[in-house]
């Protein structure tokens, strides 16, 4: 007697996907490598599980795969007809597919990482054939697809495999195949300020690649490009990005201080129930070493979208002009301060991870772009800038606290502060020194020039100078022998002589300018020995000689005076003798202290090679977490 068709099945111990069947099948090594057209229908018709499909070829070695290759192979050009269709949904379940399989093939350690992937994917005699075919199917997914969600999953096909085979060849396609006009296209289709992200990230990855060694064809679309209203989207992406990302800051350490209010007071005295609105919750504080632990590890990875920003900042006017003008948005930050006030986090935590201080000299660069353009400085430096912009303040020194609008080149003279301030270190970035040494020199060049009197903490700035000097003395034995240590010794001696010799010009008081000779006469000695530290007297380029002559000027006058009273001087009476020696006084500053060199990119050469591998390896990571 046959069983009733309504008897009850053993149910399964665990519940498998269809799908995940169909992935162990393929990469089953049977002899019937084959897979017939119903299995690719099914295989595609099925939601994929992106997970499982990158656990599976985790799981396999580089020479299993090279033995898997035949399976590798159908699976790749199956998915480029099935993205070529562009039907749904197999078109999008394909996407989603290559995507996690290139991600884990190509992240892979193989012995020889070019030949080796092609022969994964392709085959050395078919390699031309199947990758023209993909990366112009992509090309027209990402112009044409038949939704914007759909183009953004061709997007992110192509992230995952030009960040994972950035070192090897198959880039060349991508270089031979002009993706620029459908990215853009998407941007400018684009209908939420994020989805401009990951375009913006592809394009940067592309404009990196072999620049230095080739006329990179990306490179010379961003020369070129004049939309502005496409523009000023990246433009908003990368803003919204730098607010997401200093929000991480902000999340392991809360640092914008409470104003006064009734609700704190009564908080403070244990009364916080009976406050207007109630107690407010308290952001726990995270142990000092695990939050340590937590800054290490930022910027997260979508800090990759600074170095395109960093390319088309260098490369288009239209697109700086855009970053430095454009304003904000409803309830949002201007990008502009956004992008300055994450710069403001990375400088402050420069030095607790090597991402930190890559991203940190990224965003320099960049605002040093901004500064050497004469046009967008003149309105930095001017009312017409004024905007909010957050600054860290998770380390002392603080600076002074500075609710409300204000000319951008005050915030960025506090960025540059900071810079100085929280990162003195015997082993010390004398490249990073450099550029905000030089940016405060750009910035100070342009407002004497102008004459313009810029409203600002100057002393802050003074000091800090001052500081980095005595800083540069104490541990001179560490620091002497450091790449490019002259020209921060330069830098800095000339800043500090050209605002001797111009503050008349861009300081607002003269009691500012009263401050600056006083700070210089407190330096006193450690001028000479700051000299003689580094034999600064015997290079002409030095201006120590005019430092030290103002500060000698100063400190006879002094003498004199205390000897006359016969007693020390107080505060008062030492500002009056700065005022008195007004009149006697005759610096002999050096020609050119106002002048600086341009920016040349052949000369961050190594920098920009190590930070393109720096943004491929976040661009992974960006990958991996989607």
Avoid at 137 to 162: H, N, P
């Amino acid at each position: 007697m046959e069983p009733s068709p309504l008897t009850q099945q053993a149910r399964p111990e665990v519940f498998q996907q269809k799908v995940v069947a169909l992935y162990e099948e393929l990469f089953k090594d049977e002899e019937d490598h084959e897979k017939t057209e119903g299995y690719w229908k099914e295989f595609f018709l099925l939601r994929p599980d992106k997970a499982t499909l990158q656990t599976l070829i985790g799981e396999l070695s580089p020479d299993d795969l090279l033995h898997l290759q035949v399976q590798t192979r159908q699976l790749f050009t199956r998915a480029v007809g099935r993205i070529k269709a562009g039907s749904a949904p197999a078109d999008a379940h394909a996407l989603d597919t290559i995507t996690a399989f290139l991600t884990s093939v190509l992240s892979k350690k193989y012995t020889n990482a070019s030949s080796d992937i092609i022969n994964v994917l392709a085959g050395l005699d078919e390699v031309d054939a199947v990758f023209t075919d993909f990366v112009a199917a992509l090309d027209v997914t990402i112009r044409t697809g038949r939704s914007l969600d759909i183009r953004q999953k061709a997007i992110e096909v192509a992230l995952s495999v030009v960040s994972g085979a950035y070192q090897t060849s198959l880039l060349s396609y991508f270089t031979h195949r002009d993706l620029f006009p459908s990215l853009m296209k998407y941007v400018q289709d684009s209908d939420t300020t994020s989805r401009a992200f990951e375009p913006f990230t592809l394009l940067g990855l592309l404009s990196n690649y072999n620049k230095f060694e080739f006329q990179n064809p990306y490179r010379l679309r961003l020369d070129d490009f004049v939309n502005e209203g496409t523009i000023q989207k990246i433009i908003r992406s990368v803003g919204q990005t730098c607010s997401n990302s200093r929000s991480k800051y902000v999340a392991v350490q809360e640092d914008l201080p409470e104003g006064w209010s009734i609700s704190g007071t009564l908080s403070l005295i244990g009364l916080g129930a009976i406050a207007p609105g109630g107690a407010k919750p308290v952001a726990p504080v995270i142990d000092p070493e695990v939050a340590k632990e937590m800054f290490s590890k930022l910027p997260g990875s979508e800090a990759a979208v600074l170095l395109a920003t960093y390319d088309f900042a260098h490369a288009n006017k239209l697109f700086c002009f855009n970053f430095v003008s454009l304003p904000a948005e409803k309830g949002l930050e201007a990008p502009i301060s956004s992008f300055i006030s994450l710069t403001s986090y990375l400088l402050q935590h420069a030095h607790t991870s090597l991402r930190n201080t890559q991203y940190s000299h990224l965003n320099l660069l960049i605002i040093r772009l901004l500064i050497e353009d004469q046009v967008l400085c003149k309105r930095i430096c001017s009312d017409e800038s004024k905007l909010p912009v957050r600054l860290c303040r998770q380390r002392s020194p603080y600076l002074p606290l500075v609710r409300g609008d204000r000319v951008l080149a005050a915030s960025l003279l506090d960025t540059m502060i900071d810079g100085i301030n929280h990162n003195l270190r015997r082993r010390l970035d004398v490249e990073l020194y450099i550029i905000c040494v030089g940016i405060i020199l750009r910035i100070i060049s342009h407002l004497s020039r102008s004459r313009t009197r810029l409203n600002y903490h100057w002393s802050e700035l003074f000091r800090s100078l001052l500081s980095l000097v005595r800083f540069l003395t104490t541990y001179q034995a560490d620091l002497k022998s450091s790449m490019h240590i002259e020209t921060l010794l330069d830098d800095l001696v000339n800043l500090i002589a050209l605002s001797l010799s111009a503050g008349e010009s861009f300081l607002p008081t003269p009691a500012a300018y009263d401050d600056l000779f006083y700070k210089l006469v407190e330096t006193g000695e450690n001028l000479v020995k700051f000299r003689d530290s580094y034999d600064l007297g015997k290079r002409p380029t030095s201006s120590i000689d005019t430092l030290i002559s103002v500060s000698t000027h100063y400190n006879q006058l002094l003498d004199d005076g205390a000897s006359r009273r016969g007693k020390h001087l107080t505060s008062a009476q030492v500002a009056g003798v700065i005022k008195q020696g007004y009149e006697t006084l005759s610096i002999q500053a050096k020609e050119g202290l106002d002048s600086w060199d341009k920016y040349r990119e052949a000369d961050r050469r190594t920098f920009l090679k190590k930070m393109a591998r720096t943004t491929v390896a976040d661009v992974k990571t960006f990958i991996s977490e989607t």
